[in-house]
């Protein structure tokens, strides 16, 4: 079981789009519907903003939206704004009731 | 709203055993079809799930961990636990407890750091 594939680094400036890859294999991403993704602020707990690869929570904005194809998930953030800087994690269901995390990416609003 | 709250020793010696406890108030650990689960990081590092347990005592387990991780549930007090045995350095870490969907974390504690150190 390795970790998820995301970059490191990703920004965008504010109003923008930018979107997060998370790449896995068939038995973890691409076999299931089950990634979820996590916004962490600094010293802060991680919430999280997308979960079955498109849903959202109540209270997330619009402006996040998760997608799938193959083996790889996103995270696209519409309409940057300031409070989007942070690390994002995506997670997937990797069968036998285990989980798998991505490396996190930091996202920076230009 | 369910609310997590870890607690625990924040130091362990090298070769010892970590425990930890997540308390869970606003809802029930033995409610059906709910797991919880076992999350860390350490510092200024990603996140790494370590396992999880069902309503009814069944776990699973990260593998790269699992002989060293139990997690058991203790519905009486409406908590479940966590121990790793034989821990070094490489186990300093923030540990969350979290739940309560197989699938995904809806619900977190504040986590709390444990570090190892002689």
């Known amino acids: 079981q390795s970790a998820l594939t995301q970059p490191p680094s990703a920004s965008g400036s504010p109003g923008q789009s930018v979107t997060v890859s998370c790449t896995g294999t068939?038995?973890?991403?691409?076999?299931?519907?089950?990634v979820s993704w996590y916004q962490q602020h600094p010293g802060k707990v991680p919430k999280l903003m997308i979960y079955e690869v498109t849903k959202r929570p109540s209270g997330v904005p619009d402006r996040f939206s998760g997608s799938k194809s193959g083996n790889t998930a996103s995270l696209t953030v519409s309409g940057l704004q300031a409070e989007d800087e942070a690390d994002y994690y995506c997670v997937s269901f990797a069968g036998s009731n285990t989980m798998v995390f991505g490396g996190g990416t930091k996202l920076t609003v230009l | 709203q369910v609310q997590l709250q870890e607690s625990g020793p924040g130091l362990v010696k090298p070769s010892e055993t970590l425990s930890l406890t997540c308390t869970v108030s606003?809802?029930?650990?033995?409610?059906?079809?709910?797991?919880w689960s076992w999350i860390r990081q350490p510092p200024g590092r990603g996140l790494e799930w370590i396992g999880c347990?069902?309503?009814?005592?069944?776990?699973n387990y990260n593998p790269s961990l699992k002989s060293r991780v139990t997690i058991s549930i203790d519905t009486s007090k409406n908590q479940f636990s966590l121990k790793v045995s034989s821990v070094t350095a490489a186990d300093t870490a923030v540990y969350y407890c979290?739940?309560?969907?197989?699938?995904?974390?809806?619900?977190w504690g504040q986590g709390t750091l444990v570090t190892v150190s002689s």
């Open positions: 347990i069902y309503y009814s005592g069944s776990t």
């Open positions: 068939s038995s973890d991403v691409g076999g299931y519907n089950y």
């Open positions: 606003g809802g029930s650990v033995s409610s059906g079809s709910f797991y």
């Open positions: 979290a739940g309560p969907y197989r699938s995904r974390f809806e619900y």
